[in-house]
């Protein structure tokens, strides 16, 4: 099984719909990420968390807002869906490696979302 | 100016042979650097941290140059598998927030 999953894998909305995409991890970790991609631009992070009780904004957090219900569920939430929306988004999770060092981020399979 | 610049390419590539592509980082106080690796229409993934000293796995080898703040990765006897899209990844002084680039395409063709 998947250490990192994320629901739904593809989704069609309509503009002003609320959408949540869900993403599970069992490998433990307690920081978890959630960031989107747009071709040619790389990923960009939306939101982050590293604790249940912890909330960050990322780059591009504006029309999202997210929930940390447990250490091993983050989901992402999209209020009032528009167009530029359209994206595949990508949940991650990591864990501290060490003083001084960088944690590695291990991805979901990503959810396609398409904003009519 | 974009934090993380790469060449798109497509990088084409014969089968044996070596390609190598940079990655131009704006952000000067940035600590770690690391390669992805993301097939298509899929999750990326850790292909290597780069250091210093300039690291090797492989046929693979990263270089970190801080003066000109660039990073670099170069693959040797090029395989079908190696096709895919290469991530830069920057992280600054906190470590835990990356950075990406936009990826460099490399299709190794027989």
């Known amino acids: 099984d998947a250490d990192v999953t994320q629901t739904p894998r593809n989704r069609i909305t309509k503009t002003g719909k609320r959408i949540m995409l869900e993403c599970s991890q069992t490998?433990?970790?307690?920081?978890m990420y959630w960031y989107r991609q747009d071709p040619g631009l790389g990923l960009r992070l939306i939101y982050y968390s590293f604790d249940v009780k912890d909330i960050n904004k990322g780059e591009i957090s504006d029309g999202y807002s997210v929930s940390r219900q447990a250490q091993a569920k983050f989901s992402l939430s999209l209020e009032s869906a528009i167009p530029n929306q359209t994206a595949l988004y990508f949940c991650a999770t990591s864990a501290p490696s060490g003083r001084g060092s960088p944690d590695t981020q291990y991805f979901g399979p990503g959810t396609r979302l398409t904003v009519l | 100016r974009k934090e993380v610049e790469q060449d798109p390419g497509p990088f084409n590539v014969p089968e044996g042979a070596t390609v190598a592509f940079n990655c131009t980082y704006s952000?000067?106080?940035?600590?770690?650097f690391f390669w992805y690796r993301q097939d298509c229409r899929k999750e990326p993934k850790l292909l290597m941290s780069?250091?210093?000293s300039g690291n090797e796995d492989g046929r693979f080898t990263a270089q970190l140059n801080r003066a000109s703040q660039y990073i670099s990765l170069l693959i040797r006897d090029s395989k079908l598998s190696d096709s895919a899209t290469y991530l830069c990844v920057v992280s600054g002084a906190a470590g835990n927030k990356l950075t990406f680039g936009g990826g460099t395409r490399v299709l190794v063709k027989p």
């Open positions: 490998k433990g970790h307690d920081r």
């Open positions: 952000n000067s106080a940035s600590q770690s």
């Open positions: 780069v250091y210093s």
